[in-house]
T-cell receptor, first 109, second 116 residues
Framework: QKEVEQDPGPLSVPEGAIVSLNCTYS??????FMWYRQYSRKGPELLMY????GNKEDGRFTAQVDKSSKYISLFIRDSQPSDSATYLC?????????FGAGTQVVVTP | GAVVSQHPSWVICKSGTSVKIECRSL??????MFWYRQFPKQSLMLMAT?????????EQGVEKDKFLINHASLTLSTLTVTSAHPEDSSFYIC????????????FGPGTRLTVL
């Protein structure tokens, strides 16, 4: 079993809809949780960084962490075609990141 | 802030030659830098962790004599692919973690290597 599980998708949504992404993990030592966005043939871009259970909001993005359930989520409100990308969750306790497989998101006009 | 650059962005080389890829943190100091490899439609695979002024730590299965890593300063790490072969063709991405206790990793734009 992988330490971090993420559905690879693809996830297709119409423009303006809410995109809902999630990851589960098995290692209770993980303390820091990140979401990255990666466009094709580009490096990942850090979207959200959290280190405690609860919600964190930044513009159209909301990250949720539930350490008791070992479950993290990313919500994208008012999705745009430019949000079409692969979204990777990542987490660690320190040092090396453990990545999810990445979910491909397609926002259709 | 937190910008990481890589050079070159793409390179084509002949089999048997060596290729050097540079990773720079432009607006912060990075005690630790990481090198990843990514195959099409797959997630990132960590190759090695480099700490400024010390030897890199390689992941299991990564040949340290083939993938030479140097982290000579707090803003620069280099990856040299020695005696490259077609199977080394891939997308190589570096990341940098700011000094001072912060845990995030900021990624460079990646380097696409094609070995003929």
């Amino acid at each position: 079993q992988k330490e971090v599980e993420q559905d690879p998708g693809p996830l297709s949504v119409p423009e303006g809809a809410i995109v809902s992404l999630n990851c589960t993990y098995s290692n209770s030592a993980f303390q820091y949780f990140m979401w990255y966005r990666q466009y094709s043939r580009k490096g990942p871009e850090l979207l959200m960084y959290t280190y405690s259970s609860g919600n964190k909001e930044d513009g159209r993005f909301t990250a949720q962490v539930d350490k008791s359930s070992k479950y993290i989520s990313l919500f994208i409100r008012d999705s745009q075609p430019s949000d079409s990308a692969t979204y990777l969750c990542a987490m660690n306790s320190w040092g090396k990141l453990q990545f999810g497989a990445g979910t491909q998101v397609v926002v259709t006009p | 802030g937190a910008v990481v650059s890589q050079h070159p962005s793409w390179v084509i080389c002949k089999s048997g030659t060596s290729v050097k890829i540079e990773c720079r943190s432009l607006d912060f100091q990075a005690t630790t830098m990481f090198w990843y490899r990514q195959f099409p439609k797959q997630s990132l695979m960590l190759m090695a962790t480099s700490n400024e002024g010390s030897k890199a730590t390689y992941e299991q299965g990564v040949e340290k004599d083939k993938f030479l890593i140097n982290h000579a300063s707090l803003t620069l790490s280099t990856l040299t692919v020695t005696s490259a072969h077609p199977e080394d063709s891939s997308f190589y991405i570096c990341s940098a973690s700011p000094s001072g206790g912060r845990n995030e990793q900021f990624f460079g734009p990646g380097t696409r290597l094609t070995v003929l």
